[in-house]
């Protein structure tokens, strides 16, 4: 399976961003999609996942409220929809293979993609 993920950029506090991870390959040996993100010298962070037979959600709990994940089953891609943004989200982010009993930690995930980044500016 080979996840992509993109729509990163530089936006300025306050702004909405979507980042979408698209999967293709083998996506039957999908169990859930997370999105984590790393920011320059800190650990790879769990933001969000999602099931994929069922669409249920997880957040951190720092996450709940602003960011917002789903999937398009016919696109196979997974969106996390980022609001008020501010300048501590920046960081690369990144989507990962998961599996089920779903998971907030990266040794439970493989297949990333190869990270978009987001700045955000104050």
């Known amino acids: 399976v080979q996840l992509q993920a993109y729509g990163g950029g530089l936006v300025q506090a306050g702004v909405s961003l979507r980042l979408s991870c698209a999967a293709s390959?083998?996506?039957?040996?999908?169990?859930?999609i997370g999105w984590f993100r790393q920011a320059p010298g800190k650990e790879r962070e769990f933001v969000a996942a999602?099931?994929?037979?069922?669409?249920?959600?997880y957040y951190a709990d720092s996450m709940k409220g602003r960011f917002t994940i789903s999937r398009d089953n016919a696109k196979n891609t997974v969106y996390l929809q980022m609001n008020s943004l501010k300048p501590e989200d920046t960081a690369v982010y990144y989507c990962g293979r998961g599996s089920i009993p779903v998971r907030n930690t990266a040794t439970a995930y493989d297949y990333w993609g190869q990270g978009t980044l987001v700045t955000v500016s104050s």
């Open positions: 390959g083998r996506t039957f040996s999908i169990n859930a």
């Open positions: 999602i099931s994929w037979s069922d669409s249920s959600t």
